[in-house]
């Protein structure tokens, strides 16, 4: 059965860093690219970072770029999302995904088939 499971959120405050891993099971994720998304309440959910299958190319939200690095380790069937000087603002429900179409600008969900859960990441004092 395919499955992507986040992990890796929490409590950080303002300036903090986390590392997201986003794990798959039942497939080779190496054959798709990967894409972080998140969705705060009462908000759309928003593109905020993607792979490419041979991690050549990514893509990053003009909100997180110079603070966020995607990753990945095919080998170890995860990727990862590495989040750095967080702010408030990053308060949300982050999501891992995949598809067949590539990484491409912008960061869009209607492009990826298959989602994790999420985890929570939630950014105060």
């Known amino acids: 059965q395919l499955q992507l499971v986040e992990s890796g959120g929490g409590l950080v405050q303002p300036g903090g860093s986390l590392r997201l891993s986003c794990s798959a099971s039942g497939f080779t994720l190496g054959y798709y690219a990967i894409g972080w998304f998140r969705q705060a309440p009462g908000k759309e959910r928003e593109g905020v970072s993607c792979i490419a299958s041979s991690g050549g190319s990514t893509n990053y939200a003009d909100s997180v770029k110079g603070r966020f690095t995607i990753s990945r380790a095919n080998a170890k069937n995860t990727a990862y999302l590495q989040m750095n000087s967080l702010k408030p603002e990053d308060t949300a429900e982050y999501y891992c995904?995949?598809?067949?179409?590539?990484?491409?600008?912008?960061?869009?969900?209607?492009?990826?088939?298959?989602w994790g859960q999420g985890t929570q990441v939630t950014v105060s004092s």
């Open positions: 995904a995949v598809t067949h179409a590539g990484c491409s600008a912008p960061v869009s969900p209607v492009w990826y088939d298959y």
